[in-house]
């Protein structure tokens, strides 16, 4: 008598049909939580890359099950190395020199690792490591914002009608006892009368909240703009 344990791990139609789910299921999971945020890979997406790995998975054992030689384990480090092309395509640069969409782009790759550890067979590796990702992607996600909320220490974008202001007002930083990193002026696309904008990196010391500092830093009259970025 065939055990379920032989037919799970063999590549048949129930298996391939188990494997298929578990990936879409898995893959939606992970996807839900990017899709909420309106990144530019959500729940169909994550679910697509979860179901293609597992799909190639499911192909390479097949080939090495029917034909046999070869290596099992080939198509999937075609995969691991490919995916990248999709992760930079959600990794973009703001106006104002901020990387975006990086965890998006981990959390595709990561998908794409838990669809070949399905397809593969390798259940409990895709379950244990999906639900991992899912609590990175979630519960962690707070954990990373209450660390930059207790860090002392921010970068700003700001708007000052000419240079000459805008010095007024890194002068007006110190004098608040706050420490200025740096200054990058930045170029404005739509410039207005002469208008410059430039990243202020801001540090302090003692326990003051981030709300706080932005409050102080928008009463100055020398600026026309002041943004947290």
């Not at 063999?10 to 893959?27: D, H, K, P, Q, Y």
């Not at 092309?85 to 782009?105: C, D, E, S, Y």
């Not at 326990?207 to 932005?214: P, R, V």
Request: glycine share 12%; net charge neutral.
């Amino acid at each position: 008598m065939v055990e379920m344990s032989d037919v799970l791990y063999e590549v048949n139609i129930f298996s391939v049909t188990v494997r298929v789910c578990l990936a879409m299921l898995l893959g939606g999971i992970l996807g839900i939580e990017r899709g909420r945020k309106h990144r530019p890979a959500g729940f169909r997406t994550y679910m697509l890359v979860c179901l293609g790995t597992t799909i190639v998975m499911l192909t390479n054992q097949y080939v090495y099950e029917r034909y046999g030689g070869g290596d099992p384990v080939r198509m999937g480090a075609q995969v691991i190395s490919g995916i990248g092309f999709l992760g930079a395509g959600t990794i973009i640069v703001t106006g104002h020199n901020q990387v975006k969409g990086l965890t998006t782009a981990a959390g595709l790759w990561a998908a794409a690792c838990v669809g070949l550890a399905v397809g593969i067979g390798f259940y409990e590796g895709a379950v244990v490591g999906g639900m991992a990702v899912v609590l990175i992607l979630t519960f962690f996600h707070r954990v990373d914002g209450l660390i930059l909320s207790k860090s002392r220490r921010m970068e700003v974008y700001v708007e000052a009608e000419n240079v000459k202001e805008l010095t007024r007002f890194l002068k007006s930083v110190k004098q608040q006892r706050l420490e200025v990193g740096d200054a990058f002026l930045e170029s404005l696309e739509h410039q207005e009368a002469g208008r410059v904008g430039a990243i202020v990196i801001v540090k302090w010391k003692g326990k003051i909240c981030h709300e706080d500092i932005i409050s102080k830093l928008q009463d100055s009259p020398e600026i026309c703009h002041l943004e947290e970025i």
